[in-house]
């Protein structure tokens, strides 16, 4: 693989997920419209490393958990909005480590 001295650093600056900046940058955009859910699911088809991986699983089983609840009456509007916004923080850390 031929990568610029750019590319070579973005790759190093996130090598858990070896995701370009562009990348990272759309995974943004989504978080902010409120897609948290498929951006969990593009990273974990993005081919992490295992440690990184269970870890984006457990944000998607923690939301697919939530968005149930919610669905069924068995938590509040502001305890998903509470539980969301956590799992949000943990996948936005994840994009920048």
């Not at 001295?5 to 190093?12: A, D, K, N, P, S």
Request: proline share 0%; glycine share 6%; aromatic share 6%.
């Amino acid at each position: 693989m031929n990568l610029t001295g750019y590319q070579r650093l973005t790759l190093i600056e996130n090598e858990n997920n070896l995701l370009s900046t562009e990348q990272i940058q759309e995974c943004k955009k989504r978080i902010a419209n409120g897609e948290v859910d498929t951006v969990i699911d593009l990273l974990i088809e993005n081919k992490t490393s295992k440690k990184r991986e269970k870890e984006l699983l457990m944000y998607s089983a923690r939301y697919k958990d939530l968005r149930r609840s919610l669905n069924i009456g068995t938590i509040s509007n502001s305890e998903f909005q509470l539980g969301t916004n956590q799992i949000t923080s943990g996948v936005l850390d994840f994009l920048v480590e």
